[in-house]
């Protein structure tokens, strides 16, 4: 994702008003989802692994029993960018996708 501009704060906010479970901290987007179970929030955790792979952008994702928490950031730009935003448009996606347990 190298030589990506890093997105304005206004820029940030329109965008963030168009998602329904991501918000900003520390110049990051974040999330936690949280799950009946430990076997869902894994699961998640695995989608979330298989669509960062795809984008080649790799979020901090820690798993707990219950929940899981994404931070999404560009690394090299040190902020978020146009390519945070459509990783987390498609983990929300996929979210209101899976046929939960």
Do not use: C
Request: charged share 30%; proline share 1%.
């Amino acid at each position: 994702m190298a030589n990506a501009e890093t997105l304005s704060d206004d820029d940030i906010t329109e965008k963030l008003e168009e998602t329904q479970i991501w918000s900003r901290s520390d110049n990051k987007l974040v999330t936690r989802v949280e799950f009946d179970n430990y076997k869902d929030s894994v699961f998640f955790a695995n989608t979330v692994f298989t669509l960062a792979e795809a984008h080649f952008h790799h979020p901090e994702v820690t798993v707990e029993y219950g929940a899981v928490e994404i931070d999404l950031w560009s690394h090299e730009e040190d902020g978020i960018t146009e390519a945070d935003f459509a990783l987390a448009e498609e983990i929300e996606q996929r979210l209101g996708e899976i046929k939960w347990s």
